[in-house]
């Protein structure tokens, strides 16, 4: 995908609270699918980053998650959190913290949306203060989501091939 392509498909990111991110975003595949590539533990290291380890994925009511990635320089940041809700093919609702950081945690809503052959997929992040929201996208949240949507293009690319 050119540069102007990856531009043209970035996610639209707002701010509707002063402790909320809105992001939405259309993907070409179907929603079964999108939601699968959520769910599925084989699934998650192709989109999350090829240095990612899934150590644990539940994916329930009450079930947790746990994936590992490695950083350049071999050290390794973890990520965890549990499962509210999981209604296939329309709705995931779980927490997310990277592991070691205070705070900074929040409730991540994926709401998956049939349009046919695409799914609009929109995903609402609240947190805990507006201090923990604006420290995400200082972070490079807004680039690293359209990092990881541009993952999620190929991957969806390469399962259509096949």
């Known amino acids: 995908m050119t540069p102007d392509q990856q531009q043209a498909r970035a996610a639209t990111v707002t701010t509707p609270t002063d402790r909320e991110i809105h992001v939405e975003r259309v993907f070409d595949a179907p929603r079964d699918r999108v939601f ?3 769910t599925d533990p084989k699934l998650i ?3 999350w980053g090829p240095t ?3 150590d644990q994925m539940d994916v329930r009511p009450g ?3 746990r994936f590992v990635s490695q950083n350049p320089d071999g050290s390794e940041i973890a990520f965890r959190g549990t499962y509210s809700e999981v209604t ?3 709705r995931i609702v779980q927490t997310f913290e990277m592991e070691g950081m205070p705070g900074g945690g929040h409730v991540q809503t994926f709401a998956f949306e049939d349009l046919g052959d695409r799914t609009k997929l929109t995903t609402t992040l609240l947190f805990n203060t507006t201090e923990d929201r604006d420290g995400l996208l ?3 949240g807004e680039s690293g989501m359209n990092e990881t949507y541009a993952r ?5 690319a ?3 091939s096949n």
């Open 63 to 65: 079930g947790s998650w």
């Open 138 to 140: 200082a972070y490079g």
């Open 36 to 38: 699968a590539v959520f």
């Open 45 to 47: 290291p192709e989109w």
């Open 52 to 54: 990612t380890v899934v």
């Open 88 to 90: 296939p093919p329309e």
């Open 158 to 160: 390469r399962l259509t």
């Open 152 to 156: 999620l293009d190929e991957l969806f």
